[in-house]
């Protein structure tokens, strides 16, 4: 867009020379026709107007196009807008989801643990029955050794003759 607006400028400047260079010859009244009427005014005007128009027609093509280009990048902020909240509500979801699934983990592993829990809870319960049941044979039965030494003990001691008593 520079180098239009670059040759705009040099062009009305040439423009502008060759009308001053020669204003005396486009001042003289000259007789135009314009189809459905004749007029006699200096050439000048008719230049002018004809300049005047196309710069007219110019700048408003120009605001055109520099109001489209604001337009389309304004829909374009929009659109970005638009794509950045769903990007955003996108990863929201995602750590939603990452949340749920790591709360349903947590609670698959805690119900796990409390099930391991209670297995060994019974199963060390169940082994202290077994000892204790084990511990109590251990100790009748060496209260029944015990019982066995201290009567064969009290027999072998009556057997004795009463002299050799201490």
Sequence with gaps: MKFI???????????????????????IPAQLSFLLFDAEIPASFIFLGVTLTFMVLLISYTLMLRTTMLMEAHRYANELQAQRKLAESAETSRFEQLREQLTLEFARLHTANQDTRTSLMVHTESMEQSLQKKLNETTNSFYAYAGEIEEKLDHALTALPPKQMP
């Design 5 to 27: 607006g670059a040759i705009i400028i040099i062009a009305l400047f040439l423009l502008g020379v060759f009308l001053l260079a020669n204003w005396n010859a486009l001042t």
